[in-house]
């Protein structure tokens, strides 16, 4: 070791070492960006402007349109794929099966239709569809990579073990090169006959105050990242499921039944709030319907209880609201008894059917009285002081909640801007607990106040004369909700 350059030495470690650490981050964030192509950017911003307000954004759930997921299979043909899009009404013209059985099927909406539509950008808005399809996200996850428009095979899978084992591999090196360091250090100073140090041990430079100088700062900033990601998300809620005290299964009623959610929630047509329906509207079906397809009189019950209504007798009971709780008691335990002793007698010989309760009856009746009493009592008079009371609204937990600086106008999105229930609300047909679906945000509403086009053949729109002319001379292709203020800072706050 005589020759031995050793500052020349530490410096190639140094090198090295920091040539190693650029490749492993830079590995990350290659891995980490995924497959990226401007075709598929281009139709991801495509369906975003033109396809998101009807179907499902993780194409695998129904909307007001279908789900995608698959659609290139289901069609066959290309070309009329391409057709309906451009023009389903008139492609529906041609007499064609499966675009007229499509049709009946979402019970005569007609699409709409996308002239301008190139079939190259059509293929990018496919090819798009089919990477949210198959890998769930756009741009992938980590590790996955998606078949372009136009067919290739699609892989996918997790880089986390290999993560794991590059970070164990510079972990290692660096704690070697660290030992080679300190070597290279101890023989320099031996050389140039200067008193030398105790050789340090591994665990030594691993304490050491550059090590845990690092550490310190590592831990800082990944606070600093924590802290800001958890402000940002402050009063969020984005999947809040709360409990209701009523096991009201929008799966059911959106989804099995198709109800339209304007039935119940009549207020979003017409008004700022979409309102909770009162239970007078459950009513208009479950006077017929007196039994739940899941939950027979457990759920139902609750309803007909909160209001004074007897299904015994189909009949409003006069002065319910000075009845006690007694009395109401009787009335809905015997309902619930009643129905219990004909499921179980239905079929048995006349000589064989139960006469009165058996234990597994009273223990059912028990039950569904103490879940009434657990879902409707409540204070009159907002706790001032009167007894707990069976009648009356029922209290639904709220789930949706913006701010009160915040202006938002249902009829203004529903009725005028002609938006989904979904699009804000999710896929609520497939919820059998109801969960809040979007973030809410104010960035989310601003990103989509800038994809989404407004329809401007509706007539709330006539006044913009000039938007209207560019379409009409093809300097326009659409007009964005942002184009006609709809991210100016006082339409939503004033």
């Not at 279908?66 to 899009?85: F, H, M, N, T, Y």
């Not at 310190?216 to 999947?239: K, P, S």
């Not at 600086?405 to 005028?416: E, I, K, L, S």
Request: proline share 3%; hydrophobic share 35%.
């Amino acid at each position: 070791m005589k020759n031995v350059n050793i500052g020349m030495y530490k410096s190639l470690i140094m090198r090295s070492l920091s040539i190693i650490f650029l490749f492993f981050f830079a590995l990350n964030l290659t891995f980490a960006q995924g497959e990226r192509t401007p075709e598929l950017d281009q139709g991801m911003q495509l369906f975003k402007n033109n396809c998101g307000s009807c179907h499902a954004k993780n194409m695998k759930a129904k909307m007001t349109g279908p789900a995608l997921a698959g659609v290139e299979e289901r069609w066959e043909d290309k070309d009329k794929l391409r057709s309906w899009i451009r023009n389903s009404a008139a492609f529906l013209a041609t007499g064609d099966e499966y675009a007229n059985n499509l049709f009946q099927e979402y019970g005569g909406s007609v699409m709409t239709n996308f002239p301008n539509l190139t079939d190259t950008e059509i293929d990018n808005i496919l090819g798009y569809i089919n990477a949210v399809a198959v890998t769930g996200a756009y741009p992938p996850k980590t590790g996955d990579a998606v078949a372009v428009a136009g067919g290739g095979e699609t892989k996918g899978g997790s880089n986390t073990l290999m993560y794991g084992i590059l970070a164990l591999i510079l972990a290692i090196l660096s704690m070697v090169l660290a030992r080679i360091v300190a070597n290279l250090n101890h023989m320099q100073k031996v050389k140039a006959g200067l008193p030398a140090p105790a050789r340090q041990t591994m665990w030594q430079i691993v304490t050491g105050s550059s090590v845990v100088g690092m550490l310190i700062f590592a831990f800082v900033i990944w606070g600093g990242y924590q802290t800001v990601n958890n402000a940002i998300d402050l009063g969020r809620t984005q999947g809040y499921a709360p409990t209701q005290p009523i096991k009201f299964s929008h799966e059911t009623h959106a989804g099995l039944h198709e109800i339209d959610c304007q039935y119940c929630h009549d207020g979003a047509r017409r008004s700022k709030h979409s309102v909770i329906p009162a239970a007078n509207t459950c009513m208009n079906c479950h006077k017929a319907i007196e039994k739940g397809s899941e939950y027979g009189t457990a759920e139902l019950t609750k309803i007909f209880a909160s209001i004074g209504y007897n299904p015994e007798d189909n009949t409003y009971i006069k002065d319910y609201d000075k009845m006690s709780e007694e009395d109401i008691k009787k009335v809905y335990t015997k309902w619930i008894g009643d129905n219990y002793m004909e499921e179980a007698n239905d079929g048995k010989a006349e000589e064989d059917k139960m006469t009165k309760l058996d234990n597994d009856g009273e223990e059912l009746v028990a039950e569904q009285w103490q879940g009434i009493l657990t879902a409707l009592t409540h204070q009159d008079g907002k706790g001032m002081g009167v007894d707990d009371k069976i009648q009356g609204p029922i209290n639904w937990t709220r789930i949706h909640n913006l701010p009160d600086h915040v202006y938002f106008n249902h009829a203004q999105h529903v009725t005028v801007g002609k938006q989904e229930c979904q699009t804000c609300h999710g896929p609520v047909e497939e919820m059998k607990l109801l969960a809040q679906y979007a973030p809410l945000s104010m960035g989310w509403c601003v990103n989509c106040h800038r994809e989404t086009k407004v329809d401007f053949g509706n007539e709330y729109y006539a006044s913009f004369k000039n938007m209207h002319e560019e379409m009409k001379e093809g300097k326009r292709s659409g007009v964005t909700v942002e184009d006609i203020g709809g991210i100016e800072c006082q339409k939503c706050h004033y």
